[in-house]
């Protein structure tokens, strides 16, 4: 773990139960969507680049949303949606490798795979577009775990293995970071996706400020996502003028407290705050 602070409760039990999760049988062997050719496809037509994530619940969500993950998906790609985040975490978000699968089938639009993976067979278990990899989850842990010493086959891998297994399967690597020291690792592991998760894994709070802060470090070749806690058509242009290259938005899409929220409205009220907006 990179950080000195403790993780939340909820965050802490989602990564305990994640090291236990299965991996898959056999290196997948993706043939990928291009992230940065959706987002370029976007721009192209006037539309803010968002990834909408499709998110049951989670542990701050108001509530569960039950409906089928292919009609949300189709809505939000309906409502000008660049890409796709899928939750594939079951016990904590409400997700599974079937949704994923059911929904890549669906929309043409890239699908990143949303999960908490810390070994490099937890890849093997679906086959998406991206794969989502939190820094501030993998690394040295290998040290100060006594399980993984007890059984090196199990161990987790570090973030620079993870990246490379991933492309070797096909996938772009998304690596998330939280703070500048967790954007050098990224760097360092040779990331060239980044997202910037404005909510704290520490606290689950969310400050836009973190995107603000981090996104300055940020090399220029890099695509860059600002994660986590974007609300409102401001919040959007305030991401975009601090940098942002697209912007992976779930609760407010999803608005899980009001179960029968139109998704597509939902998505298209982001996707077209464009400066001229204002
Ligand atoms: O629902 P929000 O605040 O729009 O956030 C979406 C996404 O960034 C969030 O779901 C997320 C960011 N990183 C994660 C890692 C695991 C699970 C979920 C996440």
New binding site residues.
């Given amino acids: 773990m990179n950080s000195k602070t403790e993780l939340a409760p909820a965050v802490a039990s989602i990564l305990e139960a994640a090291r236990e999760r299965p991996g898959g049988d056999a290196p997948v062997d993706v043939d990928a969507r291009s992230l940065p050719d959706a987002l370029a496809r976007a721009e192209a037509d006037g539309r803010v680049p968002i990834i909408a994530?499709v998110?049951p619940t989670?542990p701050t969500a108001d509530g569960t949303r039950s409906d089928d993950p292919v009609e949300l998906a189709r809505a939000m790609v309906e409502g000008g949606a660049a890409a796709i985040s899928v939750?594939t975490?079951p016990t904590h978000?409400g997700g599974s490798s079937e949704s994923l699968t059911r929904v890549r089938e669906a929309v043409s639009v890239p699908v990143l795979r949303?999960d908490?993976l810390v070994r490099e067979d937890q890849l093997d278990v679906v086959e998406a577009d991206l794969a989502?990899l939190?820094a501030r989850f993998v690394g040295d842990q290998k040290s100060n775990d006594s399980r993984a010493s007890q059984n090196t086959s199990r161990s987790d891998a570090d973030l620079e293995e993870l990246v490379v297994a991933a492309r070797e399967r096909g996938f772009q690597a998304l690596v998330?970071v939280h703070d500048q020291e967790e954007l050098e690792d990224a760097l360092a592991a040779g990331a060239n996706i980044i997202g910037v998760?404005n909510?704290d894994l520490a606290k689950l709070e969310?400050d836009l400020e973190t995107f603000e802060s981090v996104a300055p470090h940020v090399p220029d070749d890099v695509t860059l996502i600002a994660?986590?806690?974007?609300s409102s058509p401001d919040d959007v242009r305030r991401m975009r003028e601090a940098g942002a290259d697209a912007l992976?938005?779930?609760?407010?899409i999803m608005d899980h407290g009001a179960g029968d929220s139109d998704v597509t409205e939902n998505t298209r009220r982001l996707v077209t705050a464009t400066e001229e907006d204002e």
Avoid: P, T
């Avoid at 994660?227 to 974007?230: C, D, F, K, L, M």
């Avoid at 992976?248 to 407010?252: M, N, Y």
């Fill in positions: 994530e998110k989670s939750l975490e978000f949303k908490f989502l939190i998330e998760n909510r969310v994660e986590s806690g974007v992976l938005v779930g609760s407010a």
